[in-house]
């Protein structure tokens, strides 16, 4: 059975930071690409960073690019999302999602999606 199960929400003031986890079991890690998406209300999810199967490398959005970084521990099947400089508006449900082989930043890249974990940024 495939799982993904993401951990580390939390509510924090803005300029601090956070760091979420997802754990992955039950596919051949490698294989997959993992993305980190998110969901404010009342408002379509995106996407926010992934990293490649194809390739390893890590792609992000542009509005965290320079303050979200992506990176997975291929030991734990673990991929995380640091997130320094958070602002009020990345306030949102983040969700982590597993894509075959090559995946971007597009909902319909990927197979599988895990509960998510509200992360809530105080002005």
């Known amino acids: 059975e495939v799982q993904l199960v993401e951990s580390g929400g939390d509510l924090v003031q803005a300029g601090g930071s956070l760091r979420l986890s997802c754990a992955a079991s039950?596919?051949?890690?490698?294989?997959?690409?993992i993305g980190w998406f998110r969901q404010a209300p009342g408002k379509e999810r995106e996407g926010v960073s992934c990293?490649?199967?194809?390739?390893?490398?890590?792609y992000y959005a542009d509005s965290v690019r320079g303050r979200f970084t992506i990176s997975s521990d291929n030991a734990t099947n673990t991929v995380y999302l640091q997130m320094n400089s958070l602002k009020p508006e990345d306030t949102a449900v983040y969700y982590c999602?597993?894509?075959?082989?090559?995946?971007?930043?597009?909902?319909?890249?990927?197979?599988?999606w895990g509960q998510g974990t509200q992360v809530t940024v105080s002005s």
């Open positions: 039950g596919f051949t890690f490698d294989d997959y690409s």
């Open positions: 990293i490649s199967a194809v390739d390893k490398n890590t």
């Open positions: 999602a597993a894509g075959w082989r090559w995946a971007g930043l597009l909902l319909g890249e990927y197979d599988y």
